[in-house]
């Protein structure tokens, strides 16, 4: 049976060091006995007149006393080892083999000590992650429902002006001219969408339209329908009415993709590559508008009449980089 500090290798370690202090003790003391003995016996024979005996006589009970007091000490432990005193079992158990086992001991129980405290890290960080996903998924479902009550506020207020009379009266719901069907030029209407064709240069010879500022005739029924329902409701939008902004020949739009290019006219506002644009089929106007509410009123209208700002996304938030260019909602290449 043990004291608890007994079962510490640390605390055996210590009563070794004493164990063998006392060892060493027992060895070198009775040695330096001796000696000092031997040195006065000497000078005993030298001169028989220096009467040491008696010195020698008490020099050797000492050596007694050291030699056998230690070994007495000793044995008298090692026997209280066998008992139940605790205070013996330290003494008895302080050797190499008894602390090797116990510093082996307490390694293995320090190493699962220590993978205990990593489980339970690793158990207390996967519980707060979830907690931080739950929070993430709450977090991005509030996100979603105030999208979409934006959305829903946004189409109320859209509808609240139609009522209005924000139109005007015009209500365009399955016009005629979104289905149409013909040919312009060399642009081809099919069901209300355009289809330009690919292998000739927009803006050149031909590809003008026939409508006034040679926009492409279904083109320009669009934006006039458009533009004349703006008035109505109180809103001036008015269509491009000269080449750069209707109708655009190759050259001009060349000095417009070189200011793009070069950023030094025009603002360098985009512009696409010559060939290629709308303008050069007679397919998009820049607007003009008279202040920022018909800005928003075109913008918010504009899909009624088959028509879209093609370089703004949202006019509100800001994600815009041409509010005025307008162009038929859809348009390919045949």
């Known amino acids: 049976m043990y004291l608890s ?45 220096n009467k040491v005996y008696p010195k020698i006589i008490k020099r050797m009970i000492a050596l007694v006393c050291i030699f ?21 079992s330290c003494w008895t158990n302080a050797n190499p083999t008894t602390i090797a086992v116990l510093k082996n001991q307490e ?15 690793k158990k207390a960080a996967e519980e707060r992650k979830k907690r931080e996903e739950a929070r993430e998924k709450i977090r991005k479902q509030n996100e979603k429902k105030a999208e979409e009550a934006k959305k829903k506020k946004e189409e109320e207020e859209r509808k609240r002006r139609q009522q209005q009379g924000n139109n005007g009266g015009v209500t365009v719901d399955d016009p005629t001219f979104l289905h149409e069907s013909g040919t312009d030029g060399q642009v081809d209407v099919i069901n209300g969408i355009f289809y330009k ?7 050149t010879a031909g590809t003008k339209g026939s ?12 934006l006039k329908a458009f533009t004349d329902a703006a008035k109505a409701a109180g809103h001036t ?4 009415t000269t080449e750069d902004v209707a109708w655009r020949p190759i050259e001009r739009q060349q000095y417009f ?11 360098g506002n985009l512009a696409a590559v010559p060939g ?39 006019i509100r938030s800001g994600d815009c980089t041409e509010n005025w260019h307008i162009e038929p909602t859809t348009i390919k290449t045949k």
Not at 31 to 36: D, E, M, N, Q, S
Not at 74 to 84: A, Q, V
Not at 109 to 120: C, G, H, L, P, V
């Open 211 to 222: 409508a006034p500022y040679g926009y492409n005739k279904f083109f320009y029924n669009r």
């Open 237 to 240: 939008v008015n269509m491009g």
């Open 5 to 49: 500090v007994c079962d510490k290798s640390s605390t055996l370690s210590v009563i070794l060091m004493i164990k063998n202090a006392i060892t060493i003790f027992k060895l070198l003391i009775p040695a330096i006995l001796v000696i000092v003995s031997a040195y006065d016996l000497f000078h005993t024979v030298i001169d028989l007149r």
């Open 197 to 203: 064709p690919a292998g000739n240069r927009a803006g």
């Open 257 to 267: 993709y070189n200011c793009y290019i070069n950023q030094n006219c025009n603002n």
């Open 68 to 88: 056998f007091v230690p070994t007495i000490l000793s044995l008298f432990l090692d026997l209280l080892g066998t008992s139940d005193i605790f205070s013996s």
């Open 276 to 314: 290629t644009g709308n303008h050069g089929w007679g397919l998009a106007s820049d607007l003009n508008f008279g202040n920022y509410n018909d800005i928003l009123w075109a913008h918010d209208n504009c899909s009624r009449f088959g028509l879209r700002f093609s370089v703004c996304n949202n």
């Open 107 to 121: 390694q293995v129980e320090a190493d699962a000590e220590e993978a205990a405290k990593k489980k339970e890290n």
